[in-house]
């Protein structure tokens, strides 16, 4: 069955671009021009992925992204906010940190957009041998329920902070850089795109969340879990 993909940008040439391209790639897409459209879209279409622009009419998108992530019947459709205006650092982190699961800026090569939706589908899918629970240092993750525990407390990470954390922690003690990581947590063709700022990002947030002293930053290399 084809993935599904919402569009909602109020841009037409970008959304007519965007259904070319992601129905060559065999995905079908619904558009939406505004956000409360979107909103119902989503809500009534099931679909696979949310893409949504930062910047819209009616409504920003990464309020778009939290009324979504907020609603039962939503919750568990993954979201990417693209943005030619919101492009700060502050934005982006704004976004990551209110559910999206990823942040695109615009100007962006169709083939990029195209490897980032299917990486993101690909985390919302994962491998039956992904299912065991991974335990060190006081974390429990248990990749099936999505849940991360810090001696037994909950703490709430986004799915790339789940993700990136997973593989740390499944080779412990070993340096993963961040090329690395782009290919495996994201899923990034890095002839496309190799912008080690994006890790460096999530590793800064991930290391608040669970304390800075258990992944190490390899200065020059990349980082590593400290078992």
């Given amino acids: 069955m084809a993935e599904k993909i919402l569009v909602i940008d109020d841009d037409k040439a970008l959304l007519q671009g965007i259904r070319q391209w992601l129905e060559q790639q065999g995905m079908s897409v619904v558009t939406a021009a505004a956000a409360k459209e979107g ?5 009534e279409g099931r679909p696979s992925l949310v893409l949504t622009d930062a910047d819209l009419p009616d409504l920003d998108g990464h309020a778009v992204c939290r009324l979504l992530k907020q609603d039962a019947s939503t919750r568990a459709v993954p979201v990417i906010i693209m943005s030619g205006t919101m492009m700060e650092e502050r934005d982006v982190i704004a976004g990551l940190e209110g559910g999206a699961d990823d942040y695109v800026l615009k100007p962006f090569p169709m083939r990029v957009l195209v490897a980032r939706i299917r990486a993101v589908l690909r985390r919302y899918h994962p491998e039956p041998q ?12 248990d990749p099936e329920a999505r849940e991360a525990k810090i001696h037994g407390k909950q703490v709430q990470l986004t799915r790339k902070e ?13 340096v993963l850089t961040p090329a690395f990581l782009l290919e495996a947590v994201w ?6 795109y190799n912008d080690p700022h994006t890790v460096e990002t999530h590793v800064s947030r991930l290391r608040k969340k669970i304390g800075a002293e258990r992944i190490e930053n390899v200065s020059g290399v990349g980082y590593k879990f400290i078992p």
Wanted: aromatic content about 6%; charged content about 25%.
């Fill in 39 to 43: 909103l119902t879209a989503a809500r």
């Fill in 130 to 141: 992904a299912a065991q629970q991974l335990k060190s240092r006081g974390i429990i993750l």
């Fill in 162 to 174: 789940f993700d990136l954390l997973a593989l740390l922690m499944e080779k412990p003690g070993r």
């Fill in 187 to 192: 899923g990034y063709d890095l002839a496309d």
